[in-house]
């Protein structure tokens, strides 16, 4: 992994613009990447499984570097959360992307967008105001604004996590619970904050067609969140059968390769003009 591989190889003596990029450590690249910033917004339509409409796009962040090229979050998301660097990250992508969602707004392209949110970041005191200044800034109404965090790791910082929450739905903003499925203390979750929104992890949607358990997961989960009023997400919907699968649970809104890949903006713009030509 290359992660693990550039931590293990120590920095020389003397600045690390002096090193060549193999002997810089991954953090400090990822540290001078984020000044730079290379962290980019990617976007996954997400569609009504009703008549196939964009409702939502979900920011997915890659870095960009000069030399290294394309980075997936696998490689530098748990490490920007080791490092302390998770919330300035963070802030890059959320600047870009809901920057390009206000001038989508703006041209007429009504769609809301699903963020990542770190379970690290819900110990900022202040990011419920910080992201409502954001969207102010740029036109976007907080509705039009979901932010996802995964189920796992939010149990972690509850009570920390449960103020900020909170406040974060006071402003309007919607909240996702994202890999639902994963966890384990789920339901203890759900009844004590506000989400309105719920993504099966698509470990069960992908398996749903020729495994029984998965397939019991997805329905349950499905009617759960039907109950306690929650839009329900299908992601990783990878084929034919996947969507058939959502469909017959009752999920609202889909989300996976079969519909499309993350793109970046311009190539998204394409992808919707293409599919409005196509009539889908
Ligand atoms: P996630 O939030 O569960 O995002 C969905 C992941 O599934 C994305 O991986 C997406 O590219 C991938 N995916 C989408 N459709 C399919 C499909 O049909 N099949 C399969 N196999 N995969 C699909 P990606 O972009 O590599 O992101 C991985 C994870 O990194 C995300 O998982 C999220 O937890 C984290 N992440 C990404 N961007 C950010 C960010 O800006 N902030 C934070 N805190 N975390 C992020
Ligand atoms: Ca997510
Ligand atoms: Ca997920
Ligand atoms: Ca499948």
């Not at 992808?271 to 009539?279: D, E, L, P, S």
Request: hydrophobic share 40%.
């Amino acid at each position: 992994q290359l992660h693990q591989k550039l931590l293990t190889l120590q920095p020389a003596s003397g600045g690390p613009s002096k090193q060549p990029i193999e002997q810089v450590p991954l953090h400090e690249l990822l540290t001078l990447g984020i000044g730079a910033r290379q962290i980019t917004p990617y976007y996954q339509p997400q569609v009504r499984i009703t008549d196939g409409r964009v409702s939502a796009v979900e920011v997915l962040a890659r870095w960009h570097h000069p030399k290294r090229g394309w980075l997936m979050p696998a490689s530098f998301i748990g490490l920007a959360e080791e490092q302390g660097l998770i919330d300035e990250l963070s802030w890059v992508v959320f600047d870009k992307a809901i920057s390009q969602l206000g001038k989508w707004l703006q041209n007429g392209y009504d769609i809301a967008m699903g963020l990542n949110l770190s379970s690290e970041s819900l110990t900022v005191v202040n990011l419920p105001e910080r992201i409502d200044n954001l969207v102010r800034k740029n036109n976007v109404p907080p509705n039009h604004i979901t932010l996802e965090i995964t189920e796992t790791r939010l149990m972690q910082n509850l009570t920390y996590s449960l103020d900020v929450l909170t406040r974060l739905r006071l402003k309007g903003f919607g909240l996702s619970i994202d890999d639902f499925g994963t966890g384990y203390s789920t339901m203890v979750q759900l009844h004590k904050i506000p989400f309105t929104e719920l993504k099966i992890d698509r470990a069960f949607v992908h398996s749903a067609s020729d495994d029984s358990t998965a397939s019991a997961i997805l329905e349950s989960s499905a009617e759960l969140g039907r109950k306690l009023n929650m839009t329900i997400v299908a992601e990783g919907v990878e084929d034919q059968s996947d969507w058939n699968k959502s469909a017959n649970a009752g999920c609202d809104l889909v989300q996976g390769y079969f519909i499309a890949k993350p793109m970046s903006a311009d190539q998204f713009d394409i992808w919707v003009r293409q599919r409005q030509v196509a009539g889908g």
